[in-house]
């Protein structure tokens, strides 16, 4: 992973200019009006926004410094009325903006105040990969892909209606225009895919053409004389046929018109229903199947549950999935919390402590080599860590100062409360068989009754067999917590991890967990409640004496056998989230937006290497 550089931008000639590639980022004639001349227009989206009824998706290959997207943002609630359609804008960039750089520039450009504001409000910490910029209330999301534009356009799992290339000229940025880019990007067009840009060398429109593009000069903008379009004409020559391309499997359903109305949804677990969540959120009717009494009531109503990345010194798939479902799980919490009456989360930081001085020597080498930046994750000294929250441990360690905890079944029941009419719940309703039909799935109880006909219907459950994941090698770990009464807890502690974790909760209690135990007991332990009493000693110093038992509790985790989710799609039109282990809530969000793009054909949130890694095909590869 290459550490992220930021662009060094200088006003020269009343234009923004990059010494990194001593060009300007814009014509001096205005970067908004060539915005709407080359890429608006030359892409006719006015027209065709007015004419979609589902989603748009649009990429540009270099961001810069966001005028093409709000000027594209603009037109969008100009001229597009249709109350469920999408604008799906997704930009790659090796050189982020800053913060800063964003507040400084923008108000140079006359776009609309409040979506300016938004993009400056929600822009994320630039870690690399995927970020997602949500317009609820415009229905647009930005997907910024922080890499390589080598890399980002090889990770794109989407199909691609208009193309902006963009970037700064070929001679100062040759890596923008090869024919490599070009063909990478081709795999994701079909008939109806246009392209637009400022650039019409000879090279590039070669290259454009030799992957499969017929392109035109049309009168430039301001003082350049030409500027260039194109269309896609090239196998896949229709979207039938790209519907059958084996590359674009999660577009099946989108393209053949056969949407998702009615999807089922088992297990009302973190997974289960924020996968309902997302579901209604696309006007879906979602029927949440639970074989309990209530929701979230295995290990998803846990008091609390960390909300944490991951970081390893070859920033592996692992790191690479936690980190993106740390953003996403975060956004979707505010997004839920906001619109209830009281918080369900509580962001106080992590510190995960080194145990010896070779881990302490990892954890910063690991910081040195990736690059990130201090407000995603920093090493925090045993000075610091005793003089801000009094926690004696002089190695120190990793701390995530954005992190904290959740607590899941909150998050549970207020995401399902948010679905009004758009979900059935189904209490105290075990599933225990799936029958495939043409078109539909069939689901059946203990009995033998049938409970419905779907169009869909998503596994979000524990390791209990059903025939369609039987092949899948799940497995399921005990884990025990204890919650305690402790009177001089000071509200501001970090979560600490170690071998377990403590979490300081309101009311002074302390929670400590969770035991890890190959047994299927689901009794409480008193050897497990010793260790997490242990915990307490061994992080805080503070003697047994000093708090009070008030709850064990015993939950199971569904565990696969590389110790990543099993996310995706099992057989046509059957997905499923499953071995989530211990950090179903940090993937949580991650796994329900893969589905849902599955199911619509929305693009990825996440890379299609890593897409690959979660899916369940990883484990089938011997039957198919």
Known sequence: MAIIKHPEIILLNDTLFSTE??????????GAEQAYTVFIQGNHLQQRFTQVNHQFCLVETGFGIGINFLATAQVWLEHNRHPNTWLHYVACEKYPITP?????????????????NQLIKEWPTLTPGYHEILFPQERICLTLIIDDIDAAVKSLTMTIDALYLDGFSPKKNPDMWRAEIFSSLAQHCHVDTTLATWCVAGEVRNNLMRAGFNVSREKGFAQKKHRLVGQFNRIPVDKQTLRQNRFFPHVRTYLSGQQTKRVAVIGSGIAGSLMTYQLCQRGMQVSLFEKDEAIANQASGNPAAIVRPVISKDDNVLSRVTRRGFYLTKQLITEIEGASPAPIAYYPGVVHLAKNQEEALAQREALHQLGLPRDYAYFIEGKELLSRFHVNQPLGGLFFPQAGYVNPKLLCERAIALCTSSVSLHLNTAVTHLQKQPGHWLLFNPKKECLGEFDAVVLAIGAESLEQTSALGLTTNRGQLSLFCHENIDST??????????????GQQLLSGATYEHELDKTPWLSSHLQNTQRIASILGDSPQSVTSLLDRVAFRCVSRDRLPVTGELEPRLYCILGNASRGVVWSALNARIIRSLMTGEPMPIEKQLLDRLSPKRFLMGRL
Not at 21 to 30: I, L, M, R
Not at 493 to 506: A, E, F, K, N, T
């Open 21 to 30: 590639f001593n060009d300007v980022y814009h014509s001096a004639w205005g």
């Open 100 to 116: 800063t750089q964003l507040q400084d520039i923008l108000p140079r450009y006359h776009f609309p105040t409040s979506l300016v």
């Open 493 to 506: 502690l970090p979560v600490m991890c170690q071998d377990g974790y403590l979490i300081s909760l309101p």
